[in-house]
């Protein structure tokens, strides 16, 4: 049961979601623009600036912000603290990721500092809200994964959050640790545990109410998302090399079986006309490809040419970036932006009233438009390796070009929704 009525206010949820594209843009214009030493290598300061802008400026808010609308809508249970976290989370997620990226390029201290302790205090601040709503939420007798993957979220993002302080702490002076191995985890928790499991959790519900799949059967629901959970606290808790390799490919074969099933489903849409349904399939296949690449990456770089072992990093980090975690947001953020401008200007609207459908707030071509611009960007920094000097500066354009489209297409929802609102407000006045 969705509970539309216990929704969030519009602007908690917009302010969340609407800047989040902005980064994107950045994103590119940075990669096609900015000193590219280093490339396509995965310490180098363009590679881990772009790295942690996607990840925290772009992608975290919105995933943030879908959550403070999921855990009333889908689990019936308020984020209490989202009114007054909403406000900062896009701004102070940029802030971080914009800091982190100085720092990489420049290792200056302050930048360091300064995202240490914005990082600490917001992220913080998330976790015990999520913490909270989750403890707060009744979950029903049968199991559920979207209402699981609510209750306990708090726990993958405050695994990442404390990874990357500790070695945000040790690039500091704070303390010494072994950097490798604590990055190891703050990676398999950040991509694994918490974008992984998120987009997982919440398409359970999503993407058979927008694109009409049948729902995932009762075994779906019992494997997702917990036991990833519980193999990658395992996986945190063991320091043996060999035993953390048998952990994490133990996860990732069983993270292969979980995209195998939702690939399934994906092609069994009813919708699959939709302008937004082929990025659902990429979102799948490129998860799949990704933990493929993973296992390997772990297992078999002594049979590989040394050009491709070194250049995996990059395609599996683009593959779940961009392929996983930017077309699945995109895919969600063409849906449920028009849906929410829909869903509020119902809410406000007396019925009898005519409100436009959401085909009108946003036409499905010019979704179509966008897709194709974030596919081919994705083929371009898939193909990076090759040729760095090309593809950085044609990947980096088209990425920019199709965000700044959807942030368009997204400020033209808002546009909308104010227009309604501000026809129906003075016609009531003039009444």
Not at 72 to 93: E, K, T
Request: positive net charge; proline residues 7%.
């Amino acid at each position: 049961m969705l509970n539309y009525d216990l929704a969030p206010r519009p602007a908690i949820i917009f302010g969340c979601l609407l800047p989040a594209p902005w980064l994107g843009v950045l994103a590119g214009v940075m990669l096609a623009i900015a000193p590219g030493e280093g490339l396509p290598h995965r310490f180098s300061p363009i590679v881990l600036s772009l790295t942690h802008i996607l990840a925290l400026g772009m992608l975290a808010p919105v995933m943030i912000g879908a959550l403070f609308q999921l855990f009333p809508v889908v689990g019936g249970q308020a984020v209490r603290l989202s009114r007054y976290i909403a406000p900062f989370l896009a701004l102070g997620s940029s802030a971080i990721a914009l800091s982190l990226s100085y720092a990489f390029y420049y290792h200056s201290s302050f930048s360091f500092s300064l995202a240490f302790g914005l990082a600490a205090v917001l992220f913080s601040a998330v976790v015990m809200a999520l913490f909270d709503a989750g403890m707060a939420m009744r979950l029903p007798p049968h199991r559920d994964a979207s209402l699981l993957t609510l209750r306990a979220i708090a726990l993958p993002l405050f695994s990442l959050v404390s990874f990357g302080l500790g070695l945000l702490a040790s690039l500091l002076g704070w303390w010494t640790i072994d950097l490798l191995s604590v990055l190891r985890l703050h990676v398999a928790w950040a991509l694994i545990g918490w974008l992984a499991c998120l987009i997982l959790g919440v398409a359970t519900t999503v993407f058979p109410m927008f694109w009409q799949c049948p729902r995932p059967a009762p075994v779906w629901h019992r494997f997702t998302p917990v036991p990833i959970w519980t193999g990658l606290l395992l996986f945190s808790a063991t320091w043996s090399d060999s035993l953390q390799t048998v952990i994490l490919t133990v996860v990732l074969v069983f993270v292969c079986g979980l995209l195998c099933f939702a690939l399934r489903h994906v092609l069994k849409a009813k919708r699959r006309f939709d302008a937004a349904w082929p990025l659902w399939l990429l979102c799948t296949t490129s998860g799949l490809l990704a933990a493929l690449l993973s296992l390997l990456c772990m297992h078999a770089t002594s049979v590989l040419p040394e050009s491709v072992v070194n250049s995996m990093p990059w395609m599996i980090g683009v593959l779940v970036l961009v392929g996983g975690g930017v077309c699945a947001v995109n895919a969600m953020l063409g849906k449920i932006i028009p849906f929410l401008v829909f869903l509020h200007l119902r809410r406000t609207i007396p019925m009898g009233q005519r409100i436009p459908s959401m085909q009108l707030i946003l036409p499905p071509k010019y979704l179509k438009w966008q897709a194709h611009l974030l596919i081919l960007s994705l083929m371009s920094l898939l193909l990076l390796p090759m040729l760095p000097s090309l593809f950085r500066i044609a990947g980096g354009i088209l990425f920019a070009i199709s965000q700044a489209f959807l942030a368009v297409l997204l400020l033209k929802c808002l546009f909308q929704f104010r227009q309604h609102l501000r026809i129906y407000l003075l016609g009531t006045v003039k009444t």
